[in-house]
């Protein structure tokens, strides 16, 4: 599974409004298109497990993940916060860069691991985050993904 | 804008229904946390110490637990110990825990977000998703 199959452009935007941890969570989550209910729930979990530690793995990345009852697949978004935000990442640093993975409690396939560990490799070779801030629209980033995550 | 949005969806349904969607997602998070791959993932790329954070979420489990009613905790606990989900999602009429579908009157009630209900097949609590 190429991760570029795994994104639509509605599900990426290179222009993140928000400017505090819970508000960027609830943004990316609008990206996936769940009902209310299930967004609600969503966030709860997502900030349950960044209670745990933070998901921003340094570099300006942060992969916000989850199982959750709300989706019935394997579901990710991206997002870019121009200028970063603090959302306490490892080192400290603003994260620009978002990368929301969210797997149901089962899955057949048994995709969330492999993408997890594919979306991390990804966002951490050292020319990626230069490449993510030269984006100019949602069809850049899936060339990219599939250029630099076949 | 987008607070009050989030904030209003966990208002639509049943607040015991959203616990237990709450105890659903978080044993899946403490199941990650437990041994296997999903845990290396944990520890090696985002440098979460599997106990501290396995502790911590059985404080808060335990902590939404008590939030249940007595009928309510009482078949959580005759289920939760042997399923993997204790709560499953009803999808097109039929019961994602066991397959099976579910009386109509059930699965096109208007109030179902407002009670907690289980399947008559398997026994799990049911969500209807939308």
Excluded: W
């Excluded at chain 2, 059985?58 to 309510?72: D, F, K, N, T, Y």
């Amino acid at each position: 599974m190429k991760l570029r199959d795994l994104f639509t452009p509605e599900s990426v935007t290179l222009s993140l409004e928000a400017e505090s941890k819970d508000e960027i969570l609830k943004e990316l989550i609008q990206l996936l298109e769940l009902d209310e209910k299930s967004e609600a729930i969503l966030f709860k979990t997502l900030k349950r497990r960044e209670n745990l530690g933070s998901t921003g793995i340094g570099k300006g990345i942060a992969i916000p993940h989850c199982r959750s009852l709300v989706v019935e697949e394997l579901r990710l978004a991206y997002a870019r916060k121009p200028g970063g935000v603090d959302f306490n990442a490892i080192d400290d640093e603003p994260v620009f860069n978002f990368f929301l993975i969210v797997a149901p409690p089962l899955e057949v396939s048994n995709q969330y691991l492999p993408v997890l560990g594919k979306v991390a490799q990804f966002a951490k070779d050292p020319e990626v985050p230069g490449l993510l801030a030269g984006l100019d629209d949602a069809e850049g980033f899936l060339s990219l993904l599939e250029e630099r995550a076949p | 804008m987008l607070s009050t949005e989030i904030e209003e969806g966990s208002q639509l349904m049943n607040p015991e229904l959203m616990t237990l969607m709450e105890l659903q997602d978080l044993r899946a998070q403490h199941r990650a946390l437990s041994g296997g791959e999903s845990e290396s993932v944990e520890v090696e790329q985002f440098n979460i110490d599997p106990t501290v954070a396995a502790a911590r979420l059985e404080e808060v489990i335990a902590e939404l637990e008590g939030r249940l009613s007595p009928p309510v905790l009482k078949r959580y606990r005759q289920i939760a110990p042997n399923r993997e989900r204790v709560v499953v999602p009803v999808i097109h009429g039929v019961c994602y825990g066991c397959f099976v579908s579910i009386p109509t009157a059930t699965a096109g009630d208007q109030d179902v977000h407002n009670q907690v209900r289980t399947c008559q097949s398997c026994g799990s609590f049911i969500y209807v998703a939308s």
